[in-house]
Structure formats: structure tokens, C-alpha cells
């Protein structure tokens, strides 16, 4: 009797390791091999670049190695507009890029253009982590982008080599390169200063042959980019937060198994988490670095931001205008509610 229900103690046994066993080989079956580029135009420890590697570390953990992000730095594969139409044809796959390379064709992306609508890091994580947030990535599907949601960069102050911005008045007449994006460049323009329209990648080589005086970046990128070798001067206008949209191709969405989607995204909400956090801690250390290498930093008055505040409004107002109207009431009231 004993010998009989040791042997079915055993057949169970095994009969149950089995579908153990084969349960967990289909669900492994679940995360196949894949090689992943993602491109960005900013160095690695930038802001962008910080975020790009962490999600790169996450996919491969979470994958057990299967799936490799492999991470293209300074505008190495192409500048963000070449970038983004290659994520839309399925020839790359990812890359993280600032809502100003997305407006252009999805026009809910325009609000995150607008200067002065944020005064802080929590009220960008705020409106961007709920409802509004939700309506900029629903809208990328069809434009053959899927959106994984959103990293931090810090806030855009302006750089030049002539003289510090004290006041409004001391940007006229500055010839400061601009995004190639109308919102933009009216601010610009809006401000005194001349709007160059430029990428990314021609930058540096514009300012040290002084074919522009200025720019505008946030403080890490200033310093990652060594801008401060070709810049004397930083003032923080603080004028537009840099926020970074994490997206993927539709094309290897679809790919995707359940599993390998959820993977995809639980690596880009923790490599956002992660990076919000460095990115504040990195504008520290970068103003910090700045100064020490003699670059002058100034902060403008209350009074002077609130100066820019009022030239800027006609241009908020006109890019507002062409917010889809749901769109622009929702936005605005989180915007309005994440600063109380």
C-alpha cells in the first residue's frame, strides 16, 4: 500500500514539474530575441541620454537579456525630424524626443511648447501623469508612433556670448537659434531677439563660428554639450520645461507580445521615475560645473520673468487658439489645478 502511494505521489509529482516546465518554457517563448536602436541628440549624460541608458538597462533585465536597446548618442543616426520619420517607416525602433519635434504633427504637442506654463518640476510630473498626459500619447498611434510616456529635462534658460540677460530688453537684437517649430520661434521673436531656426547637431559649430550669438537649453545640456567653451553667459529665463516623450515604432508594437508590451512599458515608467529625479539633480551639479569652468550665471528678478511673461502672451494665446478645443479646456484646467 505504502509502495503504491509512494508511485503516485511520484507520477504526480512529475506530471506536475512537467506543465511547470512547460508553462514556463511558453511563457518565455513569450519574450523573443530582439535588437533595439534608439537614437538621441544629446550626449549620454545629458538629461535625454541619462533616461535612454536606464531604459536600455531595464529592458535587458527585464528580458533576461533577450531584448538589447542599444543606444545612439549625438545625433549619430540622423537629427530628431530624420529620427522620427524612421521610428514612423519601422526602420528604427525608439528613441526619446522633446514634444517641439512632435507638434508638427500632432497638435495637442503644441502645449508643451508654450513658455510660461509651468513654474515647476511636481506641476510638468502632475499634468503630465494624468488625464492630459494620457490624451498626448493617445493621439500618436496614428501617426505610426506608440508613446510609453514621459521623462523630465529641466527647464530652458537662454545662453549667449554678449552679455547677460538681466531684463527683456537685453535680448534685443540677439540672433538665438530656435527649434524649427512656430511656437518657438514667435516667443523668440516675441522676446526682441532674431529666431534662427536650427537642429540640434549643427549647433555648436554655429556658435563657435559666430554665426548665431545665443541659444536656449537647459543647464545640463549646457554643460554635457560644453556649450559654456563657445557661451559666456547663462541667464535662467526658465521659459519652457523640457519634457522628453519616450516612443516606440507602430511597426514593432505590433510585433509585440503582450508579455514583451508590458515589458516595454514597466521599463519606461521606472526608467521615467529615475530620470525626473537625475534630471534635477543633474541641473544642480551642471550649474555648479558651469561656474567652476567661468561661466557667468545670472537668475532674473521675479519682476523681469513676470516682464516675459506678459511680451510672450499674445504668442500663448495664437498656439493656444490651435489646441483642439476639448483638448485646450482639459490641458489648461490641469495645469490650472496642479498649481494650487
Known sequence: MMTVRRTIKTTICGALLTLISFLSSA??????ERSIKLPIVTTLDAP????AKKFSELVEQKSSGKIKVRVFPDSSLGGEAQVISALQG?????????????????????????????????QVATVLDGPAGKRFLERL???????????GGGFRSYTNSKRPITKVEDLSGLKLRSFQNPVFIDFTNALGANAVPLAFSELFTALET??????????????????????????????VYASQVTVVSKKLWD????????????????AAAYQRQAAIEAEARSRNALKARGMQINVLSEAEMLRMREKVKPVVDKHAAQLPADFRELFFSEVAKARK
Do not use: W
Not at 141 to 151: R, S, T, W
Open 27 to 32: 511563457h518565455a517563448a513569450e519574450i523573443k
Open 48 to 51: 535625454l541620454g541619462i533616461g
Open 90 to 122: 519601422g526602420t528604427i525602433e525608439a528613441t526619446i524626443v522633446l514634444p517641439a519635434i512632435l507638434s508638427g504633427m500632432i497638435k495637442e504637442f503644441i502645449a508643451l511648447d508654450l513658455p510660461y506654463v509651468f513654474d515647476n518640476e511636481h
Open 141 to 151: 498611434p496614428e501617426k505610426n508612433l506608440i508613446g510609453l510616456g514621459f521623462m
Open 210 to 239: 559666430k554665426a548665431i550669438d545665443g541659444q536656449e537649453n537647459q543647464i545640463a545640456q549646457v554643460d554635457s554639450s560644453k556649450f559654456d567653451e563657445v557661451q559666456k553667459y547663462l541667464s535662467e529665463t526658465r521659459h
Open 255 to 270: 510585433q509585440l507580445s503582450e508579455d514583451e508590451r508590458k515589458l516595454f512599458q514597466d521599463a519606461a515608467n521606472e
